[in-house]
């Protein structure tokens, strides 16, 4: 509960600041406002003279200081509510630290925790078209298992270089009736001067 009403008071005490340099916000506000129509005003006051541009310049001149007056004004009021702000975090996370440290003080000590490891991962499925060969390189293998290890590895090669000369044949097939039938592709277009390789 006090951790709430510090809180309660912490914000009472920065609305206060904060209600002060709004005031002052306010207050900088209406100067500006003022100023910028003081300059309004003397600027249709020196259309009427001989001298327009002097005359002008001046309440301009004038202007621009009043106007940095205020902006310092501004930036020190800004400043101020910067620091007062970031006390006020502080503070509270200070605090907040200090209640948790007194809450973890008055819990009862936590029972040792022992590392427990997970058991790893069943091996992966394995698919069933394959069957499963011992290692070729394994020592314990006998010379024939070796040889049969051999001779289904030899199989399978054998297997992928004809399925791979059957597409090869009939991407070949495709290419001579797509020829028969006058689709020839366009050839590529040569490169311009902007896209050419440098």
Do not use: Y
Not at 40 to 49: D, G, L, N, P, S
Not at 70 to 94: C, P
């Amino acid at each position: 509960m006090t951790f709430r009403v510090l809180c309660l008071v912490l914000a009472c005490t920065a609305s206060a600041s904060t209600w002060a340099a709004d005031a002052e916000h306010d207050r900088i506000a209406a100067e500006r406002a003022a100023a910028d129509a003081r300059l309004a005003t003397q600027e249709r006051e020196c259309a009427a003279r001989f001298i327009v541009a002097a005359c002008v310049e001046d309440a301009r001149v004038e202007h621009r200081a009043t106007l940095a007056r205020l902006r310092q004004q501004q930036l020190q009021i800004d400043e101020t509510r910067r620091r007062e702000t970031a006390a006020a975090r502080r503070k509270a996370i200070a605090e907040r630290v200090e209640a948790q440290q007194a809450r973890a003080s008055d819990a009862p000590p936590e029972a040792p925790r022992v590392n427990v490891r997970r058991a790893p991962d069943p091996a992966p499925a394995i698919r069933p078209t394959e069957p499963l060969l011992p290692h070729p390189l394994a020592g314990s293998a006998s010379g024939v298992d070796r040889a049969t290890i051999e001779q289904r590895s030899q199989a399978k090669f054998d297997a992928r270089a004809r399925a791979a000369q059957a597409h090869r044949e009939e991407v070949e097939r495709r290419n001579a009736q797509r020829a028969a039938q006058g689709k020839v592709a366009a050839p590529l277009p040569t490169a311009s001067g902007a896209s050419a390789v440098r």
